[in-house]
């Protein structure tokens, strides 16, 4: 990623749109299905930029997302660093991956993400998401392939890599 | 190292990945949890970290906003005539139904005066946006465009036409916080507006449940439920939902019930916080009667007197804030005269039930 010109406001820009798109309002039917934008473009960053974005951006956007949506703080925080350890473990192998195994592996990455927050959720004695709630993830593995692409074409300009 | 190796690029790698950081992490994390499960200092901090949020609140519900305003332009001409002459039609009778009560509210204040019970004190409301953004959907809590500029504090209720919401629980300089009733850390004292018998509502998630429901009490599917007043953190006689399933508890002694809350919980445009205001006054020629020929006074003086709400409900937009009675509890009663008078009921469960002095708010 040297001799590609990228473009550095892409970065906190594109998080600061990932938590924004959390809190847009959804119809009531949809809510349940609402991606974890934050998760995704994270996930792109470290596997993209791994100098750049590692456990200590994961873990400040965390924070920030808990006081934005008002939850136990520390929750996403906690989710966003184990899911960011796995993804640096990993990283070699999933970029080289073709895009249905990237998606296979985000899947599993966000579904994960969810048996992480109930866990949270069962120990700190608040009520866990109804079941409806672990649907998201597919959303989450369809929307990757877009983020992906928008995020690539964003970073590097018009044409491309 | 062989010279056509290279420089040591996966070592760097396997720095980023190294699970010392991780466990550092991890702890940190979940320092937090644990500090903000158990609300001390955190909690400050995090009503300062509520400031610096805030515009990003604002810049989340921009597309809410805009949304609502693209339909506004949107609606044909039509649209809006029927809504006009439905919205018309609406305040015709609710005007109506308002001058009925006051005279009640009048005779029910010359009727205090004469038992000399202490002074009820009247309630205001003020019209606050509600600010489109989805929170965290564990928690059930609401943000409301108004803040401590507009006069917003921490405790105020909040209640739609239906009924009650909940309660603000967070404030900053131009937005604030409400707990709604349904949050699992809620609880609100209760009676049965049908016999007086005292209850706590609880938050479930999604409804309401009423819990320690004494198999003796009567209390009913389909019986309305208003705040009790006690506790002083809600005001008395504002509806809060109606049973619409009874089952005995794990004991077998008492009797949980499900609530539908009356209010609209889940979106409205704007709600309405209560704040005291000045009490409903005996005007004193009435006064004088009152006290000389010893029998309430005729009610026509009565309508007369307090035409100001009526002037304030004719253009709502004017002021934001209105005249409210606290009067939907009262209905309830007249209309079932079959069962148990109203005073008798409030002694069994009075000895039963806990009696909470605050709503639970969530500090555990």
Known sequence: MSRLRDKPWVLPVSLVVALLLGLLPLPALLQPLRPYWLALVLAYWVIETPDRVGLGIAFASGVIADLLYGGVLGEQALRLVILTFILQRFRARIRFFPMSQQILAIGGLLFNDRIVSAVVHIVVGEPTLPWSYWWAPLLGMALWPLVFVLLDALRFGRRGR | ?364
Not at chain 2, 140 to 146: C, E, M, P, S
């Open chain 2, 1 to 364: 190292m062989p010279p056509y190796a290279g420089p040591p690029v996966a070592s760097r790698q396997g720095d980023a990945a190294s699970p010392l950081r991780l466990l550092a992490y991890l702890a940190l994390a979940i320092t937090l949890i644990v500090l903000d499960d158990q609300a001390g200092w955190l909690s400050r901090l995090r009503a300062q970290a509520n400031v610096l949020v805030q515009p990003v609140w604002a810049l989340a519900g921009l597309p809410g906003r805009l949304g609502t305003q693209v339909k506004d332009n949107a609606a044909s001409h039509g649209q809006l005539v029927t809504e006009n002459r439905e919205l018309r039609n609406q305040l015709l009778i609710a005007n109506a139904r308002l001058t009925r009560l006051q005279t009640a509210a009048l005779d029910n204040a010359q009727l205090r005066e004469l038992l000399n019970v202490a002074e009820r004190s009247g309630l205001d409301v003020q019209l606050a946006p509600i600010l489109d953004i989805d929170l965290d959907p564990v928690r059930q809590r609401l943000v409301l465009a108004a803040g401590t500029r507009d006069g917003v504090h921490v405790g105020q209720a909040v209640i739609d036409a239906g009924g009650l919401m909940g309660q603000v629980i967070a404030t900053t300089g131009n937005s604030a916080t409400v707990l709604l009733l349904t949050d699992p850390d809620h609880a609100v004292p209760v009676t049965v507006a049908r016999n007086g018998v005292r209850l706590i509502v609880y938050g479930r998630g999604d409804t309401l449940e009423l819990r320690d429901i004494p198999l003796s009490a009567g209390v009913e599917v389909g019986d309305e439920i208003v705040t009790s007043g006690l506790g002083g953190r809600f005001p008395a006689g504002f509806p809060v939902g109606s049973i619409t399933a009874l089952r005995p508890d794990d004991t077998h002694a008492f009797l949980v019930g499900e609530l539908k809350p009356a209010a609209q919980l889940d979106r409205g445009r704007d709600v309405l916080l209560l704040r005291p205001g000045e009490a409903i006054r005996i005007p004193p020629n009435l006064r004088r009667d009152a006290s000389e020929a010893g029998e309430p006074a005729d009610r026509e003086p009565a309508a007369h007197e307090r035409t100001q709400p009526d002037a304030s409900a004719t253009n709502p937009a004017a002021g934001g804030a209105s005249d409210l009675i606290p009067a939907p509890s009262a209905r309830p009663l007249e209309q079932q005269g079959g069962s148990p008078p109203a005073g008798t009921p409030v002694v069994p469960a009075a000895g039963r039930q806990p009696q909470p002095s605050q709503p639970q708010v969530p500090q555990r």
